[in-house]
Structures are given as C-alpha cells and as structure tokens.
C-alpha cells in the first residue's frame, strides 16, 4: 500500500484551536479520541482510543493565522452512532449546538457543534437503510 495520497485527494484535516487543551477535552469526550504528540510543539496526531486512525490523517494544532490575519477554521462532519448523546457530550464539554438534529431523507440524522474554539463540528448518524 502506497503510504503516500494520491494527487487531487485530502490527505489532512486540522482543527486549529486557541486552547488546545480545552480543544482535546471535547474531542476526547464527544468522539473518545485521543491525541499524541506529532511534528512541531503544540501539534497532536488525532487517533481513536484504539490507537488506529479516525480516517483521513488529522491533527489538533494551535490556530494557524495567516499574513493577512485570516484564521482558518475548519468544518468536520464526523459519522456517529448516537447525535443525541454526542451533543450532549458537546454542551458537557464546553461546546455548544450550532444546529439542533435534523433527519436527512435517505441520509441519516445531522447536527453541528462548536468546540470551545468555536470551530464547526458536524455529528451524523448515517441511515444504514441508505446503503
């Protein structure tokens, strides 16, 4: 297996926070990830409590600011089994609900969060029926 993404697909995601660690306490606490050191200070390979990968390669790193003072957040749309229990987690942990669940014909149940940075999370419970 090439260890290397192809031209033209995503091969990295990062959710940019200002408080990291109130950033990690919500993603451990509403997607029970889990988050080592990796690269340059302040920078966290994201991982599932098993140590595997929770998809694409991501990282939680300190908000990146471009020259013309532009922060770049990031939108996530992360599969759950449970959008209930999942925003709830999310208000527990210092976030809040951006957008109450809504049903998707054929797709499944979505809500968004914020984390305590504010940066958009999408939770979807895909319809295993729309497979």
Known sequence: MDEHPRAGSVAHIAINADDL????????AVLDWRFEPWGP????????PDGSSPGLLGALQRRRTFDDGTAAPVEITVA???????????????GRVLM??????????????A??????LGLMRYDSSAE
């Not at 660690?21 to 451990?28: I, V």
Request: a negative charge.
């Open 21 to 28: 660690d109130a950033s990690r306490a919500f993603y451990e």
């Open 41 to 48: 200070p302040e920078f966290y390979k994201i991982q599932g």
């Open 80 to 94: 759950v089994d449970d959008v209930a229990a999942c925003c709830a987690a999310a208000v527990g942990a210092g």
């Open 100 to 113: 109450a669940a809504t049903v998707i014909a054929g797709v499944g149940e979505l809500a968004f969060v």
């Open 115 to 120: 984390d305590p940075a504010g940066t958009p």
